[in-house]
Every structure is written in C-alpha cells, then in structure tokens.
C-alpha cells in the first residue's frame, strides 16, 4: 500500500502538483526504504547460509 502511495505521489509530481511538501510522501517513502533495506539484509543472510 505504501507502495503505491509513492507511485501516485511521483503522478501526481511529475503532473505539477507536487507532493513532495507533504510529510506522509516522506513518512511513506522511509518506511518503504527500511523494509527494502531489511528484506535485502536477510536475504544476505539466508544466501551466506546455503
């Protein structure tokens, strides 16, 4: 969901009504890179295994 709050956000940017001033673009855009970042970590993890 977070996802696509981003993707509609860069629309909705790229369209001149820019989103970028709002905090819920940031909020949703860091907690989408924490989850990236944590997915890649144990997927590191899980491949240093095997």
């Given at each position: 969901?977070?996802?696509k709050?981003?993707?509609?956000?860069?629309?909705?940017?790229?369209?001149?009504?820019?989103?970028?001033?709002?905090?819920?673009?940031?909020?949703?855009?860091?907690?989408?890179?924490?989850?990236?970042?944590?997915?890649?970590?144990?997927?590191?993890?899980?491949?240093n295994?095997?």
């Amino acid at each position: 969901m977070r996802m696509k709050a981003i993707g509609i956000a860069l629309k909705l940017t790229l369209l001149r009504m820019n989103q970028l001033v709002y905090p819920e673009t940031w909020a949703f855009t860091i907690i989408v890179l924490l989850c990236i970042i944590t997915q890649m970590n144990y997927l590191n993890k899980v491949m240093n295994i095997s």
